[in-house]
């Protein structure tokens, strides 16, 4: 018998269901500091956008930063984006501050990844920020 929590729900009930929980994660990463600067900002507003979660459930998940518990997610594509997307979230402004670096490698751990995956994220991110665009 399979005890999966989504096993019952609808798949599109278990998409829209896994993606907040992502938000969530997303959140619980930008807020790490106590706060939100302009840029996480807009990452999360970006985010809650592509994952078709209305304004009114982003600003509820936001106003309750401080009380978020991180969710694990089941496979590994949806781990490896939820680590690349905090480790963006955490080089949005610029730079990795240590305690979101920290958190970083925390976070790779319980999703059950390699901590160089974390360090080969900020390279991959950096790359791409300091590479021009082509075909311009």
């Known amino acids: 018998m399979i005890h999966d929590k989504y096993y019952f729900m609808p798949a599109l009930l278990q998409t829209k269901k ?20 302009e840029e996480e900002t807009i990452f999360l507003t970006e985010k809650s956008e592509e ?3 209305s304004e009114g459930e982003a600003e509820k ?12 997610p089941k496979n590994r594509v949806d781990k490896e ?10 080089m949005v402004n610029g730079q990795v501050h240590a305690k979101e670096y920290e958190l970083c490698l925390q976070l790779a751990q319980r999703l059950g990844l390699e901590p160089k995956e974390v360090d080969h994220m900020i ?9 021009p665009p082509t075909g311009l």
Do not use: C, P
């Open 51 to 53: 994952f078709g979660l």
């Open 18 to 37: 896994i993606k907040q929980e992502h938000f969530e994660n997303l959140v619980a990463v930008a807020f790490i500091d106590g706060f939100l600067d």
């Open 81 to 90: 984006d939820q680590l690349a997307d905090a480790v963006y979230m955490s």
């Open 123 to 131: 390279e991959l991110i950096t790359k791409l920020w300091n590479t």
């Open 61 to 72: 998940i936001i106003r309750q930063a401080e009380l978020l518990e991180f969710i694990i």
